[in-house]
């Protein structure tokens, strides 16, 4: 866990980088970099480097030595070399965004950037990172691209952006760092974490796969589990989801068209509503799996049954945004 000092730190770095780029609006698919948005400024090094040259240069005056004042010359020159080519590393340097694949809950998204290398010259001692990651060093032939992926954990469902990032380097000599801000309209869906099996109640019109389960006495169709509701006929309890889950459901029974199901979201148990999306989750996952047709319902919501993997990340998109606010 961050202490309070660090994560005070990393606000106040943030809103300064903020409004230092506040003109910067997001770039399309692709980013060039030009002397415009290419900064440098010395490193640590360099300031002692530059001090280093301060004192040479007092002592070159003061004893009027010729040496001193040659070897002074010499190693600015070489410092305004090292200068010329920082900036020269990035400069001309194209950046394009790949699409980015959706994820659960809980897992790793990765955004993945081609950085493309138009000059001659090996672009070399490359950092690409977001504001509060880990640099991810590469290096770009002549005349040739590379890929650089970041990792950015998804602790939560909706959409994950991975913000700002910094291309930066030192090379050649470490006296001058130049980077420049890289600002994408780029973003991941991440799906809610699927509820584990051994938690996830049946889905409705999930086949049991015991064909006595299949119909009650009145000759309907097995048509999935809602919570227990009081009043229920204990016959139609189901008694192995207890045995599962320490939780009451009870079986519904209708006609399911041509093994078409319902998603329904009034039909699972209470309760928390990150809970109810994993466990609805689930149950998409599941239909897909089994090939069957399958619809959703949530409040203020109907997709109409249909198979395939579109309908499923449609419907998965849906649970990854419901009733979050609309910039998230």
């Not at 954990?153 to 801000?181: D, E, I, K, V």
């Not at 006495?217 to 204990?234: I, K, M």
Request: some cysteine.
């Amino acid at each position: 866990m961050m202490q309070p000092s660090t994560l005070d730190h990393r606000r106040l770095r943030e809103r300064a980088i903020a409004w230092i780029t506040r003109h910067q609006r997001p770039q399309g698919r692709t980013l060039e970099l030009d002397r415009r948005c290419i900064y440098i400024l010395p490193t640590r090094q360099g300031y002692t480097f530059a001090l280093i040259l301060v004192v040479m240069l007092l002592g070159a005056i003061n004893y009027s030595n010729s040496m001193a004042f040659m070897l002074t010359f010499l190693l600015a020159a070489l410092g305004a070399n090292a200068m010329w080519h920082t900036h020269r590393n990035l400069l001309g340097l194209k950046v394009t965004r790949q699409p980015a694949q959706p994820i659960f809950a809980g897992q790793t998204a990765q955004f993945v950037y081609t950085v493309d290398n138009p000059s001659r010259a090996t672009r070399r001692g490359l950092l690409l990172e977001t504001l509060n990651g880990t640099p991810v060093p590469f290096d770009v032939g002549a005349r040739h691209a590379t890929q650089v992926t970041l990792d950015l954990p998804a602790r939560r469902r909706g959409l994950l952006r991975p913000g700002r990032l910094r291309l930066h380097g030192r090379y050649p000599m470490g006296l001058f760092r130049a980077w420049s801000w890289l600002h994408f309209d780029d973003s991941v869906l991440v799906y809610p974490k699927p509820l584990p099996m051994d938690q996830a109640p049946p889905f409705t019109g999930q086949d049991e796969g015991e064909s006595q389960e299949r119909t009650d006495p009145a000759g309907e169709e097995f048509a999935g589990v809602r919570g227990y509701q009081a009043g229920d006929s204990p016959r139609h309890l189901d008694w192995k989801a207890l045995a599962r889950t320490g939780d009451l459901y009870t079986k519904q029974f209708g006609e399911v068209s041509g093994g078409q199901i319902w998603l329904d979201w009034d039909q699972l148990p209470a309760g928390d509503l990150e809970i109810r999306l994993s466990m609805m989750c689930h149950q998409v996952l599941q239909a897909q799996a089994q090939g069957r047709r399958f619809g959703l319902r949530m409040p203020g919501l109907t997709l109409d049954p249909d198979t395939g993997e579109a309908h499923q990340h449609r419907c998965l998109g849906y649970l990854a945004c419901f009733a979050l606010p609309t910039d998230t």
